[in-house]
């Protein structure tokens, strides 16, 4: 089965990318789906990448206990700048969040011992893969049981029209904190899986270019169920390792390729909507 | 449905499958670079001495008549993109040794991958600090900054400088390693550091630093960043009104023709320490120079000369391994020796070049790089 | 030297509002997020660069290579968005095609010119710097605030003064009331993607004379500041862009010459966090580009 190793350590990275990115665009969901164009996205990966980092190389924690403590930092960060940056709407979110993340960056450029521009190296590769699938697996699973649910007819409303939500009972802002919460777990886990399956991280791997990125996950894949995001990543990261061939000319493809697929589908690739059966009785 | 599911294994195994190699087939070697993307001209410059080189050394072949077939990879000078790459050179094209990535940053995330697997892999233009450190199958034949500097930094001091304002991009890993050995270098040359600031890459303002360093008056500004950003702090030292009585000293990414491209008469009187100057008279140096221009109509920079000396290096090492084999490829590289372009080279105990005699000061004059009087 | 400072905190800060001009003309009226934006600044850059090497002088290669910035703005507005408006697809799906577009666009022209950054001619304009009062200035800076302010008095005025600014307006506001009356919103889209594009590759031209460096990513690196000038702005405030960018280039600069140059980025980014924090709308936001 020599081959079958080749081929798995060929491809081993390209295989954590789907993951990873499969979690960042389900974090991306999130939000999306009550509306909110935030985009913390990065900016918690690379809390729960830097402070995941930190626990094994400087407090040398064992992964199993530094996985589910990366997304603490996330958290309490997307609950300490919640409060005022959710009143804001639009690309006024946009661009806070956006803002926030730079912050961040200039804090992991300016302390030393978070490695400055040399970024932390040396990370321990203990992220198996199939964990990093099996974290992917159980949260379409959880974001679908949740979309079902009354909670997810409550998320779904706002994002159609607020102040109907609103007048329907739903605590918007409470709904808005708790999405950003969700967010932050699911990106502070893709960034400590990460960390832990490439040996090194830096600062401008969470900056504003990778925001864009985890953004253009959710919007080519569409957000009718948990499963069109991480489509929309998986086609994303996949794409410029199958036009490779092209050398020079393959961003140009891929560029391309984004704009012919919204065109045609600006609903997303997986245009298709969850069920949402009305239950009588169960109001949000 | 079946048959076709057969089908389809049989001809992904015979794609996967390593060929029995017979001793016609040519020796496979990686190289990543990176040819797409902000950065691609380093990358191209690199490519363009491999491809040279790899014209010469496969008119006789090694291993008694063997060729050499090198697959490059394009990284787009990101991290996934480096590890991605060489991945695929060495889990499907089965490459025995590789050069590259180009960037420091791309070595530091892509390196551990090729050392865990054994595979020998050469930096070419990755100066920063700790390059060699990933792993004993790392090796490089750029000149750390850390060997180059303080050359620098001597003569400056020589020139009578004895003030100096360091500048440096704080979010690049070569950029920041750089500064950090200039720190220390101008220390050890007997120069006072008088202020110390930092940019992001993609500045292309420096009149707040710069301002700033004008009212404490330094005999000298030392800048490690890639050319660019060097380019653009000079046009606007020379806006702001630096003259020639300040001496501009800079580390390798100042090493480019493309300084005196961008930056046109600010950058003139700029020093710059380099294992390789486009001048220099040896014989082997200005047959590689005619190839150069010959083939690409243009002159090289340190970029393809490295990569260019580079491939006959690992070259020689495969002919003394005596077969295509990673580990006694490695062992052998670190007892080959080779006179090229770069003048004599080989790898010293922590597999970075072992002699910095080599180092020159040049100065730039009238558009061009001359050794330093 | 504080003076000095200012005065590069000034001209920073006009380079930030030339770029954001058009920007938020374009995203206040046409409310896309178009993202091609700093591609019209690239575009601008290099075809002034063509035709002052074929020996054009600069007061023919600025408008010129203005004006056809302006022509591939509205070309590519057509090809990418009218679709999406016809079919009343949300904006996350323009943003996401101009997203696709911009990749290509700028992967495409590196792949065709390289990623090499080059220069205008020397000599095109004077480059030695004036100097009064201990201040220095040169004349490419001196273009450029002369550039910003009469651009940002004609752009108000045809906001403000003329039928078309009204029915631009109009358009901005609701297009559906602003079809119904009789405004050509298409054409008027068209009219309105022109003069942004045009914008842009003016500060093309004009940045890229200052900074000397013309390269396929110019624009690119632009963007990010972009956004933020024209957030804090207000989206579609003419004057708020301009007051913004001359806010965020002084800040930078005063945080680079007094606190510390590595913070300028953390420091300029947590102010308009703060900012937006307080007006959730910018600072002379109301909404979009009822104030123009």
Same mark, same amino acid.
């Given at each position: 089965m020599a081959w079958f190793d080749d081929l798995l350590f060929t491809y081993q990275n390209l295989a954590v990318a789907l993951g990873v990115n499969g979690l960042l665009a389900l974090s991306m969901y999130v939000v999306l789906a009550v509306g909110q164009l935030s985009l913390g996205q990065a900016a918690f990966m690379g809390l729960g990448a830097y402070s995941s980092a930190l626990m094994s190389l400087q407090l040398g924690w064992p992964f199993w206990a530094v996985l589910p403590l990366s997304c603490v930092v996330p958290v309490l960060f997307a609950l300490a700048v919640g409060g005022p940056t959710l009143r804001l709407n639009g690309v006024y979110l946009a661009i806070a969040t956006i803002g926030l993340g730079e912050v961040l960056r200039g804090v992991y450029l300016n302390v030393d011992v978070l490695g400055g521009a040399m970024g932390l190296s040396g990370i321990p590769e203990a992220a198996p893969l199939w964990l990093i699938y099996a974290m992917l697996a159980l949260a379409v699973l959880v974001l679908w049981q949740v979309g079902k649910s009354g909670i997810g007819r409550a998320?779904?409303?706002?994002?159609l029209d607020e102040t109907a939500a609103l007048s329907m009972g739903v605590n918007i802002r409470r709904y808005r904190l708790a999405t950003l919460c969700a967010s932050a777990v699911l990106a502070g886990l893709a960034g400590a899986l990460s960390?832990?399956?490439?040996?090194?991280?830096? *600062?401008?791997?969470?900056?504003?270019?990778?925001?864009?990125?985890?953004?253009?996950?959710?919007?080519?894949?569409?957000?009718?169920?948990?499963?069109?995001?991480?489509?929309?990543?998986?086609?994303?990261?996949?794409? *410029?390792?199958?036009?490779? *061939?092209?050398?020079?000319?393959?961003?140009?493809?891929?560029?391309?390729?984004?704009?012919?697929?919204?065109?045609?589908?600006p609903r997303g690739l997986l245009a298709w909507r969850m069920p949402r059966h009305v239950r009588p009785g169960r109001a949000a | 449905m079946l048959k076709r599911r057969t089908l389809a294994a049989a001809a992904l195994a015979a794609l996967l499958l390593p060929m029995a190699?017979?001793?016609?087939?040519?020796?496979?070697?990686?190289?990543?670079?990176?040819?797409?993307?902000?950065?691609?001209a380093y990358g191209t410059a690199a490519k363009a001495g491999l491809d040279l080189a790899l014209e010469a050394i496969n008119g006789k072949g090694v291993l008694g008549g063997r060729k050499l077939s090198l697959t490059v990879e394009d990284s787009a000078g990101t991290k996934d993109g480096a590890i991605n790459a060489m991945r695929k050179l060495i889990g499907r094209d089965k490459v025995v040794a590789l050069i590259g990535p180009t960037l420091s940053n791309e070595m530091f995330a892509a390196g551990p991958v090729a050392n865990a697997r054994g595979i020998p892999t050469i930096g070419t233009s990755t100066t920063a600090n700790g390059i060699t450190d990933i792993g004993p199958f790392i090796f490089r034949t750029a000149m750390p900054e850390a060997d180059v500097i303080p050359v620098t930094m001597r003569k400056a001091a020589a020139r009578g400088a004895k003030t100096i304002a360091l500048m440096y991009a704080n979010d690049d890993a070569f950029s920041k390693s750089g500064f950090e050995v200039m720190q220390k270098a101008a220390a050890t040359a007997g120069l006072q550091i008088v202020a110390t600031e930092s940019f992001a890459s993609k500045d292309t303002d420096f009149s707040a630093q710069l301002t700033k360093i004008k009212a404490l008056k330094p005999d000298a500004i030392g800048i490690s960043a890639l050319v660019e950003p060097v380019s653009g702090v000079l046009l606007q030292a020379r806006q702001l009104g630096f003259g020639a009585e300040t001496q501009f000293v800079g580390g390798n990414g100042s090493n480019s023709?493309?300084?005196?491209?961008?930056?046109?008469?600010?950058?003139?009187?700029?020093?710059?320490?380099?294992?390789?100057?486009?001048?220099?008279?040896?014989?082997?140096?200005?047959?590689?120079?005619?190839?150069?221009?010959?083939?690409?109509?243009?002159?090289?920079?340190?970029?393809?000369a490295q990569a260019y000396d580079t491939l006959f290096i690992l070259a020689e090492a495969i002919d003394r391994a005596g077969e295509a084999d990673p580990a006694k490829i490695r062992d052998a590289l670190t007892k080959t020796e080779h006179t090229g372009a770069l003048g004599p080279f080989r790898f010293g105990e922590n597999r970075s070049p072992a002699a910095t005699e080599g180092v020159v000061v040049l100065e730039l004059h009238d558009g061009a790089f001359r050794i330093a009087p | 030297m504080l003076a000095q400072q200012l005065l590069n905190g000034l001209l920073l800060g006009a380079t930030y509002a030339l770029f954001a001009l058009g920007f938020t003309l374009m995203f206040g009226v046409l409310r896309v997020v178009n993202l091609t934006y700093g591609f019209y600044f690239t575009a601008g850059a290099f075809l002034a660069l063509w035709l002052t090497q074929a020996g054009a002088p600069l007061f023919l290669a600025l408008p010129a290579a203005a004006i056809a910035s302006g022509l591939i703005a509205t070309l590519l507005d057509w090809l990418l968005l009218t679709r999406l408006r016809r079919a009343g697809a949300d904006e996350l799906a323009s943003l996401m095609v101009t997203l696709g577009a911009v990749l290509a666009l700028y992967a495409g022209m590196t792949a065709w010119l390289g990623p090499d950054i080059r220069r205008l001619p020397p000599g095109l304009i004077a480059a030695g710097a004036l100097e009064a009062f201990g201040l220095r200035i040169t004349l490419a800076q001196i273009l450029i605030l002369a550039a910003c302010a009469l651009l940002v008095?004609?752009?108000?005025?045809?906001?403000?003064?003329?039928?078309?600014?009204?029915?631009?307006?109009?358009?901005?506001?609701?297009?559906?009331?602003?079809?119904?009356?009789?405004?050509?919103t298409a054409r008027l889209a068209a009219l309105v993607s022109f003069v942004s594009g045009a914008l842009a590759g003016a500060g093309g031209v004009l940045i890229g004379l200052n900074f000397n460096a013309i390269h396929p990513y110019m624009g690119e690196s632009m963007m990010l500041r972009g956004f933020v000038v024209i957030v804090v702005g207000g989206l579609g405030n003419i004057f708020g862009a301009l007051v913004a960018g001359l806010l965020l280039g002084i800040i930078e600069v005063l945080t680079a010459g007094y606190i510390s140059s590595g913070l300028k980025e953390a420091v300029a980014f947590a102010l308009l966090v703060l900012v937006l924090w307080t007006r959730p709308a910018g600072l002379f936001g109301t909404t979009l580009a009822r104030k123009a």
């Open positions: 998320m779904e409303a706002m994002r960390a832990h399956s490439t040996d090194f991280i830096g *600062p401008n791997d969470f900056g504003f270019e990778p925001a864009v990125t985890i953004l253009s996950f959710a919007l080519l894949g569409g957000i009718g169920s948990p499963f069109a995001p991480v489509l929309g990543a998986w086609l994303l990261t996949l794409l *410029p390792e199958v036009l490779r *061939p092209l050398a020079d000319v393959r961003l140009v493809m891929n560029g391309a390729v984004i704009v012919v697929a919204v065109l045609f589908l | 190699a017979s001793a016609a087939d040519p020796v496979p070697l990686g190289a990543v670079e990176v040819l797409t993307g902000p950065t691609a023709p493309k300084l005196a491209a961008i930056a046109g008469a600010a950058a003139e009187g700029m020093l710059v320490g380099s294992p390789w100057f486009v001048a220099k008279p040896d014989a082997a140096n200005q047959a590689f120079v005619a190839a150069f221009q010959s083939k690409y109509g243009k002159a090289p920079d340190q970029f393809a | 008095g004609l752009l108000l005025w045809l906001m403000r003064g003329t039928r078309l600014g009204l029915a631009i307006r109009a358009m901005a506001e609701r297009p559906d009331t602003a079809a119904l009356m009789g405004i050509a």
